[in-house]
């Protein structure tokens, strides 16, 4: 679903927009999408594995930060909002007071799977991601919502690890007890089951 505007929308336009309600968007090829209210365990998901990217990020003294719902623009009239992203520090210092949506490739970002989503996070965000040099995508595929051609057939809960090689994504699917390697953290001890509980 889309919402009606008289013209397409600018980046900066979506950065100014308020229509008057909590209702969240992310900008498509300048068209306004409405985010459908997450599931409690999408939240805790999204919020256990920015914990955990940031506790890896302080052990490794990296400057970077994790954080839920940063925006990321895509495009040039195109901004999406990933449930995790990682970003450098010294752009969020740059740019306290302004809408954290970043405008270079964030290092590292993550999509939790939802029922109105997955048709964007598996085809549409592969390749805006993938376009714009973002190295590490995963998504987590906890119902699961996705297609059998991306996460196999019988379908199973699934974390896909998509790792930019020479420009292009190639994914590894891990399930069940798998451990999953993160190129960006390879010390990173997560298994799939760990983060589809949210890490309880």
Request: cysteine-free.
């Given at each position: 679903m889309t919402v009606a505007t008289?013209?397409?929308?600018?980046?900066?336009?979506?950065?100014?927009?308020?229509?008057?309600?909590?209702?969240?968007?992310?900008?498509?090829k300048g068209e306004l999408i409405p985010m459908s209210p997450a599931t409690w365990l999408h939240l805790r998901i999204a919020?256990?594995?920015?914990?955990?990217?940031?506790?890896?990020?302080?052990?490794?003294?990296?400057?970077?930060?994790?954080?839920?719902?940063?925006?990321?623009?895509?495009?040039?009239s195109s901004a999406r909002r990933p449930d995790v992203a990682i970003v450098p520090s010294d752009f969020?210092?740059?740019?306290?007071?302004?809408s954290a949506?970043?405008?270079?490739?964030a290092f590292f970002v993550v999509e939790v799977?939802?029922?109105s989503t997955a048709t964007a996070d598996y085809r549409e965000k592969v390749a805006e991601y993938q376009a714009i040099g973002i190295p590490e995508y995963w998504i987590v595929d906890p119902d699961p919502f996705g297609a059998a051609k991306y996460i196999g057939s019988p379908k199973r809960p699934t974390v896909s690890v998509y790792q930019s090689v020479n420009e292009n994504?190639?994914?590894i699917r891990y399930q069940g007890n798998d451990v999953i390697v993160s190129p960006t953290f390879p010390e990173l001890n997560l298994t799939v089951a760990k983060v589809l509980n949210a890490g309880r």
């Open positions: 008289d013209r397409r929308m600018t980046l900066q336009e979506y950065l100014n927009y308020d229509d008057g309600t909590a209702t969240r968007f992310e900008l498509v919020r256990n594995l920015e914990g955990t990217f940031n506790r890896e990020i302080d052990r490794l003294g990296l400057d970077w930060e994790a954080f839920q719902e940063p925006g990321q623009q895509t495009e040039e969020v210092d740059a740019e306290l007071d302004q949506v970043l405008v270079t490739a799977v939802s029922e994504y190639q994914v």
